[in-house]
Every structure is written in C-alpha cells, then in structure tokens.
C-alpha cells in the first residue's frame, strides 16, 4: 500500500529564497490537503484540491504561498520570498471522494530558514 | 467549525488500557468525531471515527456519549508505540469539509 509521499524531507534555507515542495497522494485519492505545523501546535489548515481544482485557502497563505496540481495527480506548495516565520513542518494529505474518508498524511517537509 | 477540548497530557502505564476524554458540546447531529494520532517526526495517523455508535477497530474502540456531546478513545492495552499526541477533530458528513486540529493529548506510557 504506497502511502503519501513527501519530498524532501528536510529543506534548509537562507531568508529570502524561494522554496517549493511535492507531494504524491494516494493514486485513488482525488481530494489533496496541505497544512501546516509548528511545535507543540496541531496542523493547521492551508489549502484544499478536489482534483486540480483549488476549492479553499486559508488566510494562513499569504501572496508568498502558492499551491498548484496541474493534472489533479501531484501537488506542489512554493514559498517566495521565505521568512523566519515560515519556518515549520509542511504537510500533505490525501483522501478518497466517497463519504466520510479519512485523511491520510505524508511524513511532512521539515523547512528550517536561517 | 465545531470545537473540541482535550487534556493536554496524560499518562498511562504499559500494557493497561488508555481512556482519552474529547469533549464537543457544540457538536451538529451532522458531525462525525474522528481520531487521529501522530507520533514524533511522523504525519497524523487515522485512528477511527463514528457518529453515534461505538466503534472498533484493530487499533482502538471509539466510545460515544448517548448526547454526543463527548466521547472516549479506548486503547485496550497501551503498548510504548502508542507513545504520541491524539487528536479528537468533528467533521461534518457529506462533500469537503476542512479539518480543524487542536493541540491533541499527548499520551505518555510508562514502562
């Protein structure tokens, strides 16, 4: 069973750089998710796509973030211009469209900005 | 969104069971209470969920207040491996529905 796949899984980066992350769902899956995590916090929510349809983003995602998913398969989630505050885990989830699915994670995109 | 509230922490020896309270007094006879858990450097783990039944699974038993306005996650026998942070999130029936975490319950199991 091929699970959410996330790359990388650690990012260091200097203040100022642009930064940008993959995520491969679960093949069935049509419904993705990206949030976010800082220590000692739950995820919080940043956008969502049903297939390559962006359908929600957070006010978390400023004009730095943006998310695509061309062809409603793999995603990607850039960060321009990177801030000290950017710095957290990046996760991605997937799920299936029938009912009440649950979501299922990737182990997430540490990002370090020095 | 329909909030939940958790304890922050709690312990439990190795190898007896584990009752992690969620409270959801604001919760819509549409909502599902779903349990998720994530352990140190790892994405959130789905647990189990229900709506008005109990629940079982091979990984724990899903407890629901006759008002529904609580519920329990049961881990029958706590093994170190269940060491993480447990999350109890509502999402309603039906279509999308964003998720809302809160910081969960860290479980800590003492060997």
């Known amino acids: 069973d091929t699970g959410v796949s996330q790359n990388p899984r650690h990012k260091i980066t200097k203040r100022g750089q642009n930064v940008t992350f993959r995520c491969d769902p679960i093949s069935e899956h049509n419904r993705l998710y990206w949030y976010r995590q800082t220590l000692g916090q739950g995820p919080e929510f940043l956008t969502y796509?049903?297939?390559?349809?962006?359908?929600?983003k957070s006010r978390l995602l400023s004009d730095r973030f943006s998310a695509e998913r061309p062809k409603g398969s793999f995603s990607t989630l850039e960060i321009q211009r990177t801030e000290q505050g950017d710095s957290a885990m990046y996760l991605c989830a997937s799920s299936h469209p029938a009912g009440n699915q649950p979501q299922h994670f990737g182990d997430g995109t540490r990002l370090s900005i020095l | 969104d329909a909030k939940t509230t958790q304890p922050n922490s709690m312990e439990s020896n190795e190898e007896e069971p584990v009752h992690l309270p969620c409270n959801h007094s604001t919760i819509s006879g549409t909502d599902y209470i779903h349990w998720y858990r994530q352990l140190p450097s790892q994405g959130p783990e789905y647990v189990i969920h229900g709506l008005t039944s109990n629940v079982n699974n091979r990984m724990a038993s899903l407890a629901i207040a006759e008002d529904r306005k609580s519920s329990t996650l049961i881990l029958h026998r706590a093994t170190l491996r269940d060491a993480a942070v447990y999350y109890c999130?509502?999402?309603?029936?039906?279509?999308?529905?964003?998720?809302?975490f809160g910081i969960g319950t860290k479980l800590q199991v003492i060997p």
């Open positions: 796509f049903q297939n390559e349809a962006q359908l929600e």
């Open positions: 999130i509502l999402r309603r029936s039906g279509g999308y529905q964003k998720v809302t």
